[in-house]
């Protein structure tokens, strides 16, 4: 049974930081990563992380600013989050790959006041 435990979100002012983490569990991944979704708006990718190769994509909003990076020994995914805005406010969800199917954290919250 594949599992996926989240932890780090949180509220932070403006230019603060947070990290993410993301544990997984019960399969073996091909890709890791993180989507999210503020109020009122569709979920999207944040960053994303091939396992086998490493690579890594970010949306053009969170360059330069968001590092996502692997503990493959914990089989852990983190998200450090740096220079936060107020647009970044959202539920960041944790996703990992199999071949058969993606699979869902149960969100965390991420609210950065002005």
């Known amino acids: 049974q594949v599992k996926l435990a989240e932890s780090g979100g949180g509220v932070v002012q403006a230019g603060g930081s947070l990290r993410l983490s993301c544990a997984a569990s019960?399969?073996?991944?091909?890709?890791m990563g993180w989507y999210r979704q503020a109020p009122g708006k569709q979920r999207e990718l944040a960053a994303s992380?091939?396992?086998?190769?490493?690579?890594?994509s970010y949306a053009d909003a969170v360059k330069g600013r968001f590092t996502i990076s692997r503990d493959n020994a914990k089989n852990t995914v983190y998200l450090q989050m740096n220079s936060l805005k107020p647009e970044d406010t959202a539920v960041y969800y944790c996703?990992?790959?199999?071949?058969?199917?993606?699979?869902w954290g149960q969100g965390t919250q991420v609210t950065v006041s002005s």
């Open positions: 996703y990992a790959r199999t071949s058969w199917r993606t699979h």
């Open positions: 019960g399969s073996a991944f091909n890709a």
């Open positions: 992380m091939i396992t086998d190769g490493g690579s890594i």
